[in-house]
């Protein structure tokens, strides 16, 4: 049978349960996800020398990672090539552009420096996320936003300044909002003595950010937190508490990165919460083994979980998705590839379940009915409708895909060790 056959088959059991999978399936084709550019050259950026730090670590020595602009934007097309739909490329600042012996440290960045960017997005028809980068910098560590140093801390509120604005242009040249997330690695590893007074150091820094004038409407800001750091293990100033509240207090947006939490603490179930709040949320999608250790992203239950209270909460529109993790001990392309399916597939597998008709049981307290139900569901010929979506948006199904993947690290990167 081919892809199409069985796609037939899957439709006509899905819609005996009232589900529409062509509907499903345009839906998905147009929920554009933020992939992030760090997985392709291990978080090395391009504007700084040395290692990484304020808790960023990319374990593993794969060969082939992208060495230059050039080759990270060939790597990202590769991966593109293999993902299914039309999506936005997710920036840090440390990924500026410099030509002709020019530098420009963080504070004094400019639009010019990500014109080749600009360049690149626009010629593919994609959008642009950005990020200020506040680790592996000279003058990020032990704090930023929150130094009591003010000459540090006025260096990384020029910083936040100077993406604001590099995001506006992001905006206006390609025609659509610009995410900007801002986190940073203040903290302390041990028990501090003065919680309070770097928060609020904290708080009029990103006060000081916001006063600059920018088109609200194509410069979406977002605050990210974390529980905890490597070298910030007892305290970390940017906590989810501060940002929430923060976020709310300045209609800004609260952006929840699932391995930012106690390992037993899981953003899917945040998410109602903070919609009934916000009139838009924005994710950062990663796979927390024992922490934040930022793995390849997979089809699994907290994913599943997550994509299911953004489809069932009709917040495809108001909840901005992005990819978050770096793996530098397989191939890059590869886990690009693996993590934006997967998370792709987590919402099909929530546009193909009888979500009116699954609420309607849990309302009229029918839970017997509703867990026989969702366990059904599991077997349904779910696989058959997302080859089929591969297969309608020219790009493999199954796992055909990696043929090619093999084919590139043989060519293409195999050539850079």
């Not at 037939?8 to 084709?29: F, P, S």
Request: hydrophobic letters at 40%; a negative charge; aromatic letters at 10%.
């Amino acid at each position: 049978m081919t892809i199409k056959e069985r796609y037939e088959e899957a439709k006509a059991r899905y819609a005996a349960i009232g589900v529409d999978t062509d509907a499903a399936l345009e839906t998905l084709k147009n929920v554009p996800i933020s992939m992030h550019c760090w997985q392709g050259d291990d978080v090395g950026g391009f504007d700084q020398k040395g290692a990484l730090s304020g808790g960023i670590q990319a374990t593993g020595n794969y060969p082939g990672k992208a060495r230059t602009p050039e080759e990270l934007m060939a790597d990202i097309d590769e991966a593109l090539k293999l993902i299914p739909g039309k999506h936005k490329i997710n920036l840090h600042a440390s990924y500026a552009i410099f030509e002709d012996g020019e530098w420009a440290d963080r504070d004094a960045l400019e639009p010019k420096h990500f014109k080749k960017w600009v360049e690149f997005a626009k010629e593919r028809g994609l959008g642009l996320d950005f990020n200020p980068t506040y680790f592996s910098h000279p003058k990020s560590e032990p704090f930023t936003l929150s130094s009591p140093d003010e000459e540090i801390r006025t260096f990384w509120i020029n910083h936040g300044k100077a993406c604001l604005r590099i995001a506006e242009y992001f905006a206006t040249e390609l025609g659509q909002p610009c995410l900007v997330n801002i986190w940073i690695p203040d903290g302390l590893k041990d028990v501090p003595a003065d919680r309070m007074a770097p928060r609020a150091r904290l708080k009029d820094s990103l006060d000081q950010i916001l006063s600059i004038d920018y088109d609200k409407e194509k410069v979406l800001v977002a605050v990210e937190s974390k529980v905890f750091g490597i070298g910030m293990e007892s305290y970390t100033v940017g906590s989810h508490e501060f940002y929430m509240n923060y976020a709310a207090k300045n209609d800004i947006l609260c952006l929840m990165d699932n391995g930012h939490y106690h390992p037993t603490e899981v953003v899917s179930d945040k998410i109602s919460s903070m919609l009934l709040f916000y009139d838009k949320l924005a994710l950062h999608v990663t796979r927390p083994v024992r922490w934040d250790s930022d793995h390849v992203v997979l089809f699994d239950d907290e994913t599943k979980e997550i994509a299911k209270e953004v489809v069932r909460n009709n917040a495809l529109d108001r909840v901005m998705l992005a990819t978050d993790f770096f793996d530098a001990g397989i191939n890059r392309i590869s886990a690009w590839v693996v993590g934006m399916r997967s998370l792709q597939k987590a919402l099909l597998y929530a546009l193909v379940s009888p979500n009116a008709k699954l609420r309607e049981l849990q309302e009229s307290g029918q839970m017997s009915e509703l867990m026989m139900m969702q366990e059904e569901l599991k077997l349904y010929p779910y696989g058959d409708v997302w080859n089929y979506f591969c297969e309608l948006n020219g790009v493999p199904a199954k796992e055909d895909w990696f043929a090619e993947v093999k084919r590139y690290e043989k060519e293409v990167l195999s050539n850079r060790a």
